[in-house]
């Protein structure tokens, strides 16, 4: 089955600087990459997701990148704010169907 | 719009017993999906129920079971409860499986087994 891995497990940052969050995935044949935000005591929620057709995508502050051929993908977030401090976390899956987590980043936004 | 729904928020049980979990989705939605998140282990997929046909199961043994409703609601039984049950029990749903859909989550029942 799928494995997927995640880096950092913790991440602290200054208000206004970036913060990256990468995974690693194990099957070549995913092909649906979702990232999660999870506030505290709080449901995890869709941020934003690429597909394997495509290199990148932005929305806002937030972009992901993909590189299927070394099989990681990549969260950045640019210009901080406190209200980005949660949980996020990494998917894959084929077709958006069950998904794959990693095991959660911890970010901290200072302000 | 209405959104998942889980039900109970909170469940307590001692070592053995049985647990049941209950999800309604969102209006629309075909696709159930249940997930363990423990603590520091991530989100772990459990279940998938598509149409009332459980599509995929994830790396859990056997007394994780479930089922799907014609009304598409969804229940999660957890048999012979052991003290690593002990978790939050996210559901998922999503529209008819024809391509890429989003999941949105529900709140969760939080399981204590004691």
């Known amino acids: 089955g799928e494995n997927v891995e995640q880096h950092p497990s913790t991440l602290s940052v200054q208000e206004g600087d970036s913060a990256v969050i990468k995974c690693t995935y194990s099957d070549s044949a995913s092909n649906y990459f979702p990232w999660y935000k999870q506030e505290l005591g709080k449901r995890p929620q869709l941020i934003i997701d690429?597909?394997?057709?495509?290199g990148e995508k932005k929305d806002q502050r937030i972009a992901v990148t993909l590189n299927k051929t070394a099989k990681h993908f990549s969260l950045h977030i640019t210009e901080t704010q406190p209200e980005d401090s949660a949980v996020y976390f990494c998917a894959a899956s084929r077709w958006a169907n069950n998904l794959f987590f990693g095991t959660g980043t911890r970010l901290t936004v200072i302000p | 719009e209405a959104g998942v729904t889980q039900s109970p928020t909170h469940l307590i049980k001692t070592r053995g017993q049985q647990a049941t979990l209950r999800c309604s989705p969102i209006s629309g939605h075909t696709s159930v999906y249940w997930y363990q998140q423990a603590l520091g282990l991530g989100l772990q997929f459990l279940l998938w129920?598509?149409?009332?046909?459980?599509?995929n199961r994830g790396n859990f043994p056997p007394r994780f079971s479930g089922r799907q409703f014609p009304n598409y609601s969804s229940e999660l039984n957890v048999n012979a409860l052991e003290l690593e049950d002990s978790a939050l029990y996210l559901c998922?749903?999503?529209?008819?499986?024809?391509?890429?859909?989003?999941?949105?989550f529900g709140p969760g029942t939080r399981l204590t087994v004691l």
């Open positions: 129920y598509d149409e009332g046909e459980e599509r």
């Open positions: 690429i597909r394997s057709n495509v």
């Open positions: 998922a749903s999503s529209p008819p499986p024809t391509g890429y859909n989003e999941q949105f």
